[in-house]
């Protein structure tokens, strides 16, 4: 069964932890110096925050699966929706796991992964231009509604929009 996922930058990962264990009720299922991710049944999500490259608010949507089949299913949803427009990773290391995915961006700009956790990573991600940097995930190209980057690519931190590198 699939497990709708959220990751949020945050300013101050303590005050955010506290804050989303009371709303949850729960404490987080993994948590690094700069991440946290709670595993919620009720409703089934994967809810991340971290302090990574991102200035606060929504990082990204993303769905995770459980199978490889259920991975295969959401890539044919995601081409579908996308135009085949999907950035395909399928040895990511992110959020402290290895896994693999894709990537679309929706017509407002907003990234989406599918994904599949292969096991724990020790690091928070392998495919950042920088340690700070966030995730990489793709960006919207511009006009046309259906286009992506699709080289690998960081959503920008605020210093860095508008510049040609979205990762430096």
């Known amino acids: 069964m699939k497990r709708f996922h959220v990751h949020i930058a945050v300013d101050h990962l303590d005050h955010s932890i506290a804050f989303y264990t009371q709303l949850f009720g729960q404490v987080p299922a993994k948590q690094q110096a700069d991440y946290a991710k709670w ?6 999500i994967n809810f991340a925050i971290s302090t990574r490259g991102h200035v606060p608010g929504l990082n990204h949507f993303g769905m995770q699966a459980d199978t490889a089949e259920e991975l295969a299913q959401l890539k044919i949803l995601a081409d579908a929706a996308s135009g085949a427009q999907t950035l395909d ?3 990511a ?3 402290y796991a290895n896994s693999k995915k894709h990537w ?4 407002q700009g907003l990234p989406w992964e599918h994904f599949l956790t292969m096991s724990d990573a020790h690091v928070f991600g392998e495919d950042t231009a920088t340690q700070d940097g966030a995730c990489c995930i793709p960006l919207h ?3 046309d509604e259906n286009a992506v980057d699709t080289a690998v690519c960081c959503v920008p931190r605020a210093a860095n ?3 040609e590198s979205c990762c430096n």
């Open 39 to 44: 595993m919620l049944d009720d409703p089934r």
């Open 89 to 91: 990773q399928e040895a």
């Open 93 to 95: 290391t992110c959020c």
């Open 104 to 107: 679309i961006v929706d017509p």
């Open 141 to 143: 190209k511009g006009s």
């Open 161 to 163: 929009v508008g510049k």
